[in-house]
């Protein structure tokens, strides 16, 4: 894996370092110093946008996490958007699945709740989401979720797996996951559309 030495220094400060799994802490490193953050999610909220309740719906309904242990993941995931009102933050362009939408995570309200929290993130002229619509059909993010982080002097990529995340810098493997991501927001509702989606959505989980 080719990357920034900077990855493998400690930043004092990084909300959720201690409460993160070690082989997660390198992501959190380029999270913070990132200036671009390009995310796609194909069956959950992006962690940076969910809701407490929400992600302790998903946290402990995984069946993977001691009981004990679920709040203190939950805190570490919540202090992690604290990168999104810092001074200069990234810009954060996120892209989820119609799905992701529609799937009840915890309940109605719950659900209902994290909808209206991606129309108020969306509020900021730094965040930007946009739904990947049902009637895409097949399309290029059916592979599974990853994110895309830009620096001034690093680009890296983020790739999910039930054990551990997967983290490169390569080229090669930059160039690919950038043309899946074009690909997908290419199938991906304009952001006023996207937006109205959400809406509707929200509304139907309030019902």
């Excluded at 913070?32 to 999610?41: Q, S």
């Excluded at 997908?184 to 509304?203: F, T």
């Amino acid at each position: 894996m080719e990357c920034p030495k900077t990855w493998f220094h400690r930043r004092s400060g990084i909300a959720g370092f201690d409460r993160s799994p070690v082989w997660f802490r390198d992501w959190l490193i380029i999270e913070r110093e990132a200036t671009l953050i390009r995310w796609f999610e194909p069956l959950i909220v992006p962690g940076l946008l969910q809701t407490k309740a929400y992600a302790h719906a998903i946290i402990a309904g995984s069946g993977m996490v001691d009981a004990a242990d679920v709040d203190l993941i939950v805190t570490a995931r919540l202090d992690r958007r604290d990168l999104l009102a810092a001074p200069k933050p990234p810009t954060l362009i996120a892209i989820v699945d119609e799905g992701v939408l529609r799937r009840c995570v915890g309940s109605p309200a719950i659900m209902a709740e994290q909808c209206q929290f991606l129309l108020e993130a969306s509020a900021h002229p730094h965040m930007q989401i946009y739904v990947a619509p049902s009637s895409a059909g097949v399309h290029g993010g059916l592979g599974g979720a990853f994110t895309l982080a830009k620096a001034r002097d690093f680009d890296a990529a983020h790739l999910d797996s039930p054990l551990h995340a997967q983290i490169t810098g390569r080229r090669d493997d930059i160039d690919s996951l950038t043309r899946r991501w074009e690909a997908i927001r290419g199938e991906s509702l304009p952001r006023a559309l996207s937006l109205e989606l959400i809406e509707d959505v929200a509304k139907s989980w309030q019902t």
